[in-house]
Nanobody
Framework: VQLQAFGGGLVQAGGSLKFSCAVSGRTLDYSNRGWFRQAPGKEREGVACINTSGTGTYYADSVKGRFTISRDNARNSVYLQMNNLKPDDTAIYYC????????????????????WGQGTQVTVSS
């Protein structure tokens, strides 16, 4: 399994960015998708998760109304549209394949190391 994330970069507060993550290989029981982030000195947190069919989502309170997760199963891809970015959104962002038991809590603890994409940096300047 390989997850490859694209996007990220430097943006001013109030700006927008969009991530995409391409998934190759079979993820079997980890068919849900999620975006997670880790800021310096902070624990990793689940930002947004989406179930296999795309009909159910979870968002962290800090991003509700600003971020939108979506997926295109035909392209084996998951996306994260981030609007109205704030300096507190500065972090390294990761996409991951998420098991059923974790999707609605968007908890990354049960995700094996090989079901994570490489991190991509987002820096939001004030």
């Amino acid at each position: 399994v390989q997850l490859q994330a694209f996007g990220g970069g430097l943006v001013q507060a109030g700006g927008s960015l969009k991530f995409s993550c391409a998934v190759s290989g079979r993820t079997l029981d980890y068919s849900n998708r999620g975006w997670f982030r880790q800021a310096p000195g902070k624990e990793r947190e689940g930002v947004a998760c989406i179930n296999t069919s795309g009909t159910g989502t979870y968002y962290a309170d800090s991003v509700k109304g600003r971020f939108t997760i979506s997926r295109d199963n035909a392209r084996n891809s998951v996306y994260l549209q981030m609007n109205n970015l704030k300096p507190d959104d500065t972090a390294i962002y990761y996409c991951a394949a998420v098991p059923d038991l974790s999707v609605y809590r968007c908890d990354g603890q049960q995700i094996p190391s090989n079901y994570w994409g490489q991190g991509t940096q987002v820096t939001v300047s004030s």
